[in-house]
């Protein structure tokens, strides 16, 4: 199994889900927020790159869905000055196994990646804030220090 260094925002229900689903699959987790930590572009890159920059975006996030900012008219040195900013505008969770990232939780590519329970394996994508999916509040507000 693998060692995961999962960044979250803290208090996100749809991350604890995550976490929990790979710890099912025997994954040793190594939790981070996303929020405190000392990101330069060079670090989000590493997680990013691969992906076109309208994907760099939590669609969650209000800025985002409130239509503020609108990642598919941003180029790449604009949208990393937002996410570096503002971290909760970066798309989570973002993960770290042995130098290989991902960034998102479809648990298809997960599975092919590190390995889920058969069950886990077959959910599909299980990104987006999990409590703004129903009638539920939103997930809680970053606290003092947290962006």
């Known amino acids: 199994m693998a060692t995961v260094t999962f960044y979250e925002k803290p208090g996100c229900a749809g991350n604890r889900q995550q ?3 790979l710890e099912a ?3 040793r987790l190594v939790v981070r ?3 405190a930590e000392p990101w330069t572009a060079e670090r989000l890159l590493a997680f990013l790159a691969p992906l076109p920059v309208s994907e760099w975006f939590n669609p ?3 800025a985002v869905r409130d239509g503020h900012i609108v990642p598919e008219r941003l180029d790449a040195p604009a949208a990393m000055a937002l996410l570096l ?3 909760l505008l970066i798309r989570r969770p973002l993960m770290a ?3 290989t990232h991902m960034v998102g939780f479809d648990s298809f590519a997960v599975d092919a990646w590190i390995g889920l329970e058969p069950a886990a394996a077959t959910r599909g994508n ?3 804030c999990a409590r703004g999916r129903g009638a539920h509040a939103p997930c809680p ?7």
């Open 126 to 128: 299980l990104e987006g």
């Open 85 to 87: 900013a503002d971290p």
């Open 25 to 27: 699959a025997g994954h």
């Open 97 to 99: 196994v042995d130098g």
């Open 19 to 21: 976490k929990a689903l």
């Open 60 to 62: 969650s996030a209000p």
């Open 33 to 35: 927020s996303l929020l």
């Open 141 to 147: 507000a970053p606290t003092a220090g947290e962006h």
